[in-house]
């Protein structure tokens, strides 16, 4: 059984720093995708950062703040995440395709706040 765990989250004040982790187990294939969504409350569901192949996409509110990274040929990911706003507080999901399909993992709450 395919797992995402997401670790990293937390409480931080305005202007501080987080680093969220993702790994992936149960699965044998290499993931060809993989990055981070956030949820805030009453918001729909957003792309934050992902990695596809050698390509890195991020949402413009993490253009210059966050960066993401994955450790070469592992299931696993980043997301270093600097000069937090208030407004980056939400639930940060990471996901991993693997053989064609998504898999999401249970997601860390991040709160910035002073």
């Known amino acids: 059984q395919v797992q995402l765990e997401e670790s990293g989250g937390g409480l931080v004040q305005p202007g501080g720093s987080l680093r969220l982790s993702c790994a992936v187990s149960?699965?044998?294939?290499?993931?060809?995708?993989m990055g981070w969504y956030r949820q805030a409350p009453g918001k729909e569901r957003e792309l934050v950062a992902s990695i596809t192949g050698a390509t890195i996409n991020y949402s413009d509110a993490a253009k210059g703040r966050f960066t993401i990274s994955r450790a070469t040929a592992r299931n696993s990911v980043d997301l270093q995440m600097n000069s937090l706003r208030p407004e980056d507080t939400a639930v940060y999901y990471c996901?991993?395709?693997?053989?064609?399909?998504?898999?999401w993992g249970k997601g860390t709450l991040v709160t910035v706040s002073s």
């Open positions: 996901y991993a395709n693997l053989g064609g399909a998504n898999f």
């Open positions: 149960g699965s044998r294939s290499y993931a060809f995708a």
